[in-house]
């Protein structure tokens, strides 16, 4: 019985620490799944509203003489074309009859351009905000899982050299003493053993969550269907824009599918869950790992950075207006 104590001890220490290998807080589960970075109500439009493909549309000479084909893709997207091509007009008609009717005309025409575009700029904002946030959002649950996982880590190593000077005193004791040799085996061999078991508890720490998330913005970004619920239309229209006579110019969605693919994000062929994954990744949820988790974070800032680069078209189309001569 006295030489069984050594072994309790260490099963004992190996089953305190091996409990709760995934994090079961209930108020922490229900703050996270309440957060919400979405102020606004739902985006609820139908195919009509997206903007038909430019490639498809008999674009004015006039337009196409000012303006790069990025400038009046974004212009097209944000409903642009038509008041552009009245203010090239009007400017022509104005440097033919610089009259005060045809100035102020100019101007108006001018004020409702630029509005427009500080219209589409908020709009971009808007929307990349909402995805910085869930990306912050999830990074910091992320931090706090890895926390988690430090802390245990720590508490295993320490378990660990204890269990090993404690076998290490208890088996040289007892080979001093005047028990059997055997006895000496006994505890070294049960030190080995709950070291070995600490060990594979440190390899296998790791920290679980389950997440909701039914406005899923990179869910709308894998399927890529006719509308969004989540992206506005305009913007929708803009990272899906495809042109065929242009094969080497994919769509910004593509790009960011492929980005996903290349740093293996998604990489679903070498995983033996792959549906489980994709489920979970684009679906309403689901038991995230830390890995998982920054994972995610590091898709909606991609997508993000794809969103916000919509910018540089808008303030492109911004100087080719006030180029204009």
């Known amino acids: 019985m006295k030489m069984r104590l050594p072994c309790l001890s260490f099963i004992l220490i190996v089953f305190v620490l091996a409990s709760c290998s995934s994090t079961n807080n209930l108020q922490l589960q229900q703050y996270i799944n309440k957060v919400s970075c979405h102020q606004q109500n739902e985006v609820r439009y139908n195919i009509q509203a997206v903007p038909q493909p430019l490639y498809q549309l008999t674009l004015d000479t006039i337009l ?34 610089p009259t005060l009717d045809e100035r102020i005309s100019l101007l108006e025409l001018s004020q409702q351009i630029h509005n427009r575009i500080n219209q589409a700029s908020l709009e971009i904002s808007s929307f990349a905000s909402e995805l910085d946030c869930e990306e912050e959002r999830l990074t910091q649950i992320a931090d706090y899982l890895k926390g988690k996982e430090r802390e245990r880590e720590s508490k295993l190593t320490v378990a660990a050299i204890v269990v090993g000077a404690t076998g290490g005193i208890g088996s040289s004791a007892l080979a001093l003493g005047e028990r059997t040799d055997k006895a000496g085996n006994y505890v070294a061999i049960a030190s080995g053993v709950t070291e070995a078991v600490l060990g594979i508890l440190m390899l296998t720490n790791n920290r679980t969550l389950t ?27 803009y990272i899906n824009y495809y042109d065929p006579a242009h094969p080497d ?57 794809y969103i916000k680069l919509i910018k540089q078209d808008v303030m492109a189309l911004s100087l080719q207006v006030e180029n204009i001569h």
């Not at 293996?264 to 062929?269: L, N, R, T």
């Not at 990744?281 to 995610?296: A, M």
């Open 64 to 97: 196409t003489s000012h303006f790069t084909p990025a400038s009046l893709q974004v212009a097209h997207a944000f409903g642009l074309l038509d008041i552009l091509g009245r203010y090239v007009h009007q400017h022509q008609q104005y440097t033919a009859s």
């Open 211 to 237: 997440i909701e998330h039914s406005r899923n913005a990179l869910k709308d970004v894998w399927e890529g269907k006719d509308t969004s619920d989540i992206f506005p239309a305009s913007i929708w229209y």
């Open 249 to 305: 110019q994919p769509s910004l969605r593509y790009q960011i599918l492929q980005r996903w693919m290349s740093f293996k994000q998604i990489d679903v062929a070498s995983t033996k869950n792959k549906k489980k994954l994709l489920d979970m990744y684009f679906g309403d949820g689901g038991r995230y790992s830390t890995d998982q988790l920054y994972n995610r974070a590091n898709m909606y800032d991609q997508l993000e950075s």
